[in-house]
Structure formats: C-alpha cells, structure tokens
C-alpha cells in the first residue's frame, strides 16, 4: 500500500527540504550583492515562486495522479521521458551530493571538529538511508514536529539580541540598480525554485486537487523563517561583516542572552539544524530513489539501487565537492543554470508538451466521429 500523506505535513516537508541549507548560505551570498537591502532579494524570489507554483500544481492537475517522468513519457514519448528523466535523475546525484557536503562541513568546522570527514560521511549516509527506507510518511511526520519546534525558540531569539539591533545597518534603501536587484534574486530563487519538489511527491499526496495550497504554503514558510534568520542576522552585524562569515545564523545565535537563563544557545541552533539537515538528505535520498525507479522503470529490490545511488552520492561528495572554496563558488555562481533549468524550463517544456498531446487526443477524437 503506498503511503500517503496531508497538505501540512508535504508542506513542510518541502520548507525542511530547502530552509536547512539556505539560512546557511544565502545571508552571506545577497549580502554580497545587495548588502543593506538584502531582504528585499528574498520578496522578489517569493514573487518568482508564486508564479513556479501555479505551474507546478497545474501540472498536477494534469497528470491525475501519474508519477512525473512516466507522464512525461505519456505527453512526449518514452525516447523523451527516459532521457529526461536520466538527466533528473543525473542532477538529483549532484544536488544531493552537494547537500551532503554542505552538512558534513558545517559538522566538521562546529560540531565534530577533530572528527575524520570519512566518519562522519559514513554516519550520515547511513542514517540517511535508514530514514529514507522507512517511507515518506515517516519522513513526513518527522519533519511536521520538526515544524512546530520552530516556533518555540523564535521569540527566545529574537529578544535575546534585542541590544545588538541596529536599525539603521537597514539604510539607505533603494541605493542599489535594478540589475544588482535582479542578480541578487538569483541566489534566493534557486532555493525557492525547489518548491518544484511537489512534481515528484504529487502520487503520495492524499489531497492533490490542493497542490496549490501546499505550494503557497511551503513558499511562504520558506521565506518567512530565511527573513528571521536574515533580517536579525543583519541588524546584528550589517552587511560588510556578513560577507565574510561561512555561517552568519550560528555567529548571531551566539549572541542570544536572556539575563542569567540564557546564553549561548547556539548549542540549540546547531542541534536543530542537524535534525532537520538529516531530513533534508532522506528527502533529497528518496527523490533521487523515485525518479531512478521511473526511468528505468525499477519495481522490485529496491533497496540495493537505494544503496547504490547512496554510494555514488557518497563519492561523489567526497571527490568533487573536496573545498569549502570550490562549494562556495558552486553556489555563488554555477547553481542558477542547474535550477532554472530542472526546476522551471524542464516543468515549462512539460506543460507545453501535455497541451500538444490534448490537442492531438482532440483532434483523433473529432476525426474518429466524423
């Protein structure tokens, strides 16, 4: 019986898929561009994703149920649909990948300091594919206590900084040009881009008539929790230091205090992120997992292909993405092609495509009568 999970629950599933790594790398990358007036980056990209989302849940709608490849196969031909989905199947390896190594370095250079990047490898693949084996109910629910734990420390990090806010590191605003805007907007729609992720979990919704809904509702959570990591991160430290620091989130929760009670609580920060981050790579492991199934058409011993793409990931994120240099770049400059393209031209060409394939059924139909 496949497992089917709610509206909330594949919401927030989608915000954990993308929040754990972009409150680690975007402050540092708009900052770079947009410096004072950073959060606005944030609302154009949100707008971007309005417009990706009535696509998506279009596409949905359309494919009544069907998984997303094989209906790309059905509007196309299986020619098509099987190197399209290669190519999906291709890109989720390396976005995978380069999740797994953005994790491992942030354990390596604040948590497990002394720790060999090959142990910790092993322990997050591991526990990765664990968690992916148990199904995406699970991994739903998980994420949906995840979601809630949010909302406790926010009004604890907030107030605990209030001495450190400098309204006036916002200022001036609108001292930037509408390219500086625009390219500065590049690097949030990357990760808002990936509300696209919807396509690939539609057949294990209970509801997919409101696709709609769980789209706006990840977008909206995405960008409100990137603004409460940013925005403060920003009074805090302005934008100039912000562009140095690896992880500007973990600096400012460093400077939480609450009189006597509280203090560094960046012990909770980083313990949470690691939760989350663990969904994150289940999730990135179980789509990598589904697409790979539906192009080459997988329904038996799952389980080893799971291990396989496991292993493959695992080299490759401890081959390719070998400096935090080298990642950094990736994302600063290499990513935005990568994403626009999977996560917005490939569901463009598939909606193209599945109004061609309606108006060819159509016009067989009117001919067949006639």
Not at 51 to 60: C, G, R
Not at 103 to 127: D, Q, Y
Not at 205 to 221: D, H, N, Q, V
Request: charged fraction near 15%.
């Amino acid at each position: 019986m496949k497992q089917k999970i709610g509206t909330l629950q594949a919401s927030f599933l989608i915000v954990n898929a993308i929040v754990p790594t972009a409150i680690m790398v975007l402050p540092s990358i708009i900052s770079t561009r947009l410096e004072q007036e950073g959060p606005f980056s944030i609302v154009i990209s949100a707008c971007f994703g309005v417009l990706l989302v009535f696509l998506i849940a279009d596409l949905i709608k359309k494919s009544h149920r069907t998984p997303y490849i094989e209906w790309i196969s059905k509007v196309s031909s299986p020619f098509v649909g099987a190197l399209m989905g290669a190519l999906i199947v291709g890109n989720f390896i390396e976005e995978t990948a380069i999740v797994l190594r953005q994790s491992i370095n942030f354990i390596n250079e604040n948590v497990l300091l002394n720790t060999p990047f090959a142990v910790i490898l092993i322990i997050m693949v591991s526990i990765g594919i664990y968690i992916t084996t148990q199904g995406i109910e699970v991994m739903a629910r998980v994420s949906s206590i995840l979601m809630l734990l949010y909302i406790l420390p926010i009004p604890v990090y907030l107030s605990g900084v209030v001495d450190f806010n400098h309204f006036s590191r916002l200022l001036p605003i609108f001292e930037h040009s509408l390219n500086d805007y625009i390219l500065s907007s590049l690097g949030p729609a990357n990760w808002i881009s990936e509300v696209s992720f919807l396509l690939y979990i539609a057949p294990y919704l209970k509801s997919p008539e409101r696709s709609r809904s769980i789209g706006f509702l990840s977008l909206t959570f995405t960008c409100i929790i990137i603004l409460i990591v940013y925005i403060p991160t920003l009074l805090a430290f302005g934008p100039e230091y912000i562009k140095v620091l690896n992880y500007p989130g973990v600096t400012y929760s460093k400077l939480v205090h609450l009189g006597r009670a509280f203090e560094n609580l960046n012990i909770l920060f980083v313990s949470y992120w690691l939760l989350v981050s663990y969904i994150k790579l289940s999730f990135f492991l179980f789509v990598t997992l589904e697409c790979f199934k539906q192009t080459f058409r997988i329904k038996e011993n799952q389980s080893y292909y799971l291990l396989a793409l496991s292993l493959i990931i695992a080299l490759e994120s401890y081959y390719t993405w070998d400096t935090p240099a080298h990642l950094y770049k990736n994302n600063l400059e290499n990513q935005f092609p990568g994403f626009m393209l999977f996560n917005v031209v490939f569901p463009l060409m598939v909606y193209v495509m599945s109004i061609i394939s309606q108006l060819k059924t159509r016009r067989r139909e009117i001919s067949s009568r006639e």
